[in-house]
C-alpha cells in the first residue's frame, strides 16, 4: 500500500456498446472494486472496433494513470482485435502463447482448436497472463495495462486474479448526510463554503426522485476520516438550520 494516490482509467471497447445493443454491466463494477482497493478511478471512455481509436485510446490512458482496464474484443471473432491493438501500442509483436493454448486445452480438446479459438491465445509479447477460471481463454497484461474479456462474469473473475498484485492506496471513505427536504438551491452557497475549508474533501450533492418525492443526500469523500467526520458535522449543521428556519412561521 502507498500513500501517493494510484489511479487507473477504464477502456471499453465494442461497437455493441455504442450502438446500445449491449448493456454495459461492468464499468460500475470495477468502480466499485477499485474503490475498495485504494485505487481511483480518474476516466472512462468507449471506443468501437476500430484498430486506430483503440491504439489511440490505449497509448492515451496508460501515460496519464497508474493503471488502464480494458474489457472487451479478446474472443476468437475477426472483429476481436484487442490484443492486436494493445501488441501494436506497445510497439511488441502479437505471438501464439503456449500458455494460453495449455489454459485452453484444460477446457476443450486438442482437435477442437481451430483457427478462431487459437485466436483467443495471441498475446502480446511480454505480457503476463490473466487467469480465466470460468471459460479458461486468459486475458494478459503488459506494463501497466491489464485486458479483461468484456463478459461480465468473466471479466468479474479475471478482476479478482489480477487486483491483488497490483499497487494499492488507502481505500476512500465516505458518508452521507440527508438534506432532503431542503432545497439545494437553499444550501448551496454554505455548501461551497464547506467544500473550501476541506479541499482535500470531495464534497457533492445528489438529488433523486421516486414515487414520494425529492431526496438530497450530500456525500463526503476522502481518505481523511477526521476531516470527513468534522466536515459531515459542519454540514448537518448546516441543513438542521436550514430546516429550522424554513418551520420557523412568518412574523
Known amino acids: 500500500m502507498t500513500d501517493a494516490p494510484v489511479t487507473a482509467a477504464i477502456l471499453v471497447i465494442g ?10 454491466k461492468n464499468i460500475g463494477y470495477i468502480a466499485e472494486y ?20 483503440i491504439v489511440g485510446a490505449v497509448n492515451a490512458l496508460r501515460s496519464r494513470y497508474t493503471y488502464l482496464f480494458t474489457t472487451g474484443g479478446i474472443g476468437p471473432t475477426h472483429d476481436d482485435i484487442t490484443a492486436d491493438c494493445v501488441a501494436k501500442a506497445f510497439g511488441v509483436p502479437l505471438n501464439l502463447d503456449q500458455r494460453a493454448v495449455d489454459m485452453l486445452l484444460m ?26 477460471p470460468i471459460s479458461r481463454a486468459p486475458g494478459f497484461r503488459i506494463g501497466n495495462v491489464i485486458v479483461m474479456a468484456g463478459v461480465p462474469a468473466i471479466m468479474q473473475a479475471m478482476l479478482d486474479n489480477v487486483v491483488p498484485g497490483l499497487v494499492k492506496g488507502t481505500p476512500v471513505t465516505s458518508e452521507a448526510v440527508d438534506a432532503t427536504g431542503v432545497p439545494e438551491g ?13 479541499p482535500a474533501l470531495s464534497i457533492g450533492s445528489y438529488p433523486s426522485y421516486s414515487a414520494s418525492g425529492f431526496t438530497n443526500q450530500i456525500v463526503i469523500r476522502g481518505r481523511d476520516l477526521p476531516a470527513i467526520a468534522e466536515a459531515a458535522i459542519a454540514i448537518r449543521a448546516l441543513i438542521e438550520q436550514l430546516r429550522a428556519g424554513a418551520e420557523r412561521p412568518a412574523s
Not at 15 to 24: A, F, M
Not at 36 to 52: F, K
Not at 107 to 130: H, T, W, Y
Not at 186 to 198: D, Q, S, T
Request: charged share 40%; proline share 3%; hydrophobic share 40%.
Open 15 to 24: 461497437d455493441e456498446i455504442l450502438s446500445g445493443r449491449t448493456k454495459d
Open 34 to 53: 477499485l474503490t475498495a482497493a485504494g485505487i481511483d478511478l480518474r476516466e472512462v471512455r468507449i471506443v468501437p472496433d476500430v484498430e486506430e481509436e
Open 186 to 198: 437553499a444550501y448551496a452557497a454554505g455548501l461551497k463554503a464547506v467544500a473550501e475549508r476541506f
Open 107 to 132: 477446457r476443450m480438446k486438442r482437435e477442437d482448436l481451430n483457427e478462431a479459438r487459437l485466436r483467443m491465445a495471441r498475446i502480446p509479447e511480454g505480457a503476463s497472463l490473466v487467469e480465466n
